[in-house]
């Protein structure tokens, strides 16, 4: 399969995707840190970090499944500048003093992202090589850490308001709007070069009768559903679980996050000489290793170091998953798959957090290191399925998007 409207490796849609994801770590991530004092001011329980994630959730798996559709009819500069809006909007919710309006501007700040996520990772996959796929994600680490990093210098360290920090997310979402549409012309659109005539089956029903998209889709529930946990709730983990201080367990996110960053930032460059599935193998195997050693770490900084090292392993598992799936499934099904894998990611994202809080909230917080475990393994053995499937399954001739 090749793609079509090579880009240089320095574009202005490049970078502009970059910040676009930058800007989704923030406001996906934040809440890492930001629910040790959102939870007090609202008088929630830990469990009711689980009906955040879960707005974020149902808001992207919304425009997620429907990202597909709009793509074929919208330029995807304009699609990513309508999610900037819509994810502006629903930050500035934090703003106000409701917990009933934090939980709804919340679902519409995960529509915006998940628009931003569908329209992006759709582009890179389209455009460029694994490596800009897992440099793309590494700005989603950097914004993820810096978000934790943030909130808790601002809130805690310094004792300063802690909605202006939402307040500054929005302004870098309002900011992406503008820079998108201003540069709008400089996108090129997604077409894919056909190598042979198209197959019928190409829309999104066709595409969910493969099935290697539905094992894909598993992979990246389990993925982002251990990877959302370990950045949202490990704070709770150390803090409440293990009596490790509060502007130091808030730091746990930070941390992660940037690990997640390196992680990227490292594969970006070996990736497409490795190969994707020895990586990914590689990876998910050392995971499982380093969330056996937070489970059973008889010190919080040997925990911290087992965090460390599953941040730098979980982190390229969601962009060479991304980046494989024109191979995977053809390149004309691509939106479609992705747009469902996303829609998955974000399922996995609320309901393995939501599971693990609400199980930390009746067994006390020391068993979401035991839960983290459990789904590192099962996201192993999905990928195992999915590797063996896919050698059994030759990918659909590249064709125009249908729908």
């Not at 934040?30 to 001011?41: E, I, R, Y």
């Not at 994630?53 to 919208?74: F, K, N, Q, Y």
């Amino acid at each position: 399969m090749q793609r079509d409207g090579t880009l240089q490796p320095v574009s202005v849609p490049l970078w502009t995707a970059y910040l676009g994801f930058v800007a989704v770590g923030l406001s996906n991530n934040v809440l890492g840190a930001s629910w040790l004092l959102l939870q007090p001011v609202f008088e929630q329980p830990l469990s009711s970090i689980g009906v955040l994630i879960a707005a974020t959730m149902v808001g992207s798996l919304t425009s997620s499944l429907t990202s597909g559709w709009m793509l074929a009819r919208l330029p995807v500069a304009t699609y990513c500048t309508l999610g900037s809006l819509v994810a502006f909007a629903g930050v500035l919710g934090y703003l106000g003093s409701s917990w009933a309006v934090v939980v709804v501007f919340t679902f519409v700040t995960g529509v915006g992202s998940g628009m931003l996520g569908a329209g992006l990772n759709t582009f890179v996959a389209a455009h460029y090589p694994a490596s800009r796929m897992n440099w793309l994600h590494a700005s989603y680490g950097l914004g993820s850490s810096l978000g934790p990093f943030f909130f808790t210098l601002w809130a805690f360290s310094l004792n300063l308001p802690w909605r202006w920090t939402y307040a500054g997310i929005a302004a870098v979402y309002l900011g992406l709007a503008v820079l998108t549409f201003a540069y709008r012309r400089r996108w090129p659109p997604l077409r894919f070069r056909a190598d042979g005539p198209t197959p019928p089956g190409a829309g999104l029903r066709g595409t969910l009768s493969l099935g290697v998209v539905w094992l894909a889709m598993a992979v990246f529930f389990m993925h982002n559903g251990t990877s959302m946990s370990s950045g949202q709730l490990t704070s709770s983990l150390f803090n409440a679980g293990r009596g490790v201080p509060a502007e130091i367990a808030g730091n746990a996110a930070a941390i992660y996050w940037a690990c997640v960053t390196v992680g990227r930032l490292f594969v970006g460059v070996i990736v497409d000489r490795v190969g994707s599935v020895r990586l990914l193998r590689f990876c998910m195997s050392v995971t499982v290793a380093a969330a056996l050693l937070l489970w059973l770490a008889p010190t919080p900084t040997i925990g911290f170091a087992a965090l460390i090292v599953m941040g730098l392993t979980l982190a390229p598992v969601y962009p060479t998953s991304i980046s494989r799936t024109p191979q995977l499934v053809g390149a004309g099904r691509s939106a479609h798959a992705i747009g469902v894998q996303t829609a998955a990611a974000s399922l996995g994202s609320a309901a393995v957090p939501g599971l693990l809080s609400g199980v930390a909230d009746w067994g006390g917080a020391t068993l979401i290191a035991p839960g983290l475990f459990v789904f590192a393994l099962v996201q192993f053995a999905a990928h195992e399925a999915l590797v063996r499937s896919a050698g059994r399954t030759h990918a659909a001739p590249a064709q125009p998007l249908e729908v």
